[in-house]
């Protein structure tokens, strides 16, 4: 599962979900640091990612613009790069029956 984490998220986190999350990455590795939304969402769509992020702004761009890319919105407030990976891991089963889901297009984790 090839997710892509957004510049609100640690970097690390790509390497802490590996084992359940291979192909991930973050944004800052592709010099998308600074981009805006619908450059990170432009990227992602052509790459083959789901976009995780903090940020609403990405519900707005696929209401806009449809899947792909499917979005996962971490709705759990500031958190620490450990909790973070704790809802990733905890719903990692429900994450990749989003993934595969061919109309699912955004998937609220609160």
């Known amino acids: 599962m090839k997710l892509l984490f957004d510049h609100h998220l640690s970097r690390k986190l790509v390497a802490r979900v590996a084992d359940q999350f291979p192909e991930s990455s973050h944004v800052v590795l592709h010099g998308l640091d600074q981009a805006n939304d619908l450059e990170v969402w432009t990227f992602a769509r052509a790459n083959g990612y789901t976009i995780v992020t903090k940020d609403n702004d990405f519900n707005d761009l696929s209401t ?16 620490t790069t450990a909790r973070v990976e704790q809802v990733l891991r905890t719903h990692a089963t429900l994450i990749a029956t989003f993934i595969n889901h061919p109309t699912d297009v955004i998937l609220e984790i609160i």
């Open 64 to 79: 806009l613009l449809g899947a792909p890319p499917k979005i996962i919105w971490l709705r759990i407030g500031n958190s």
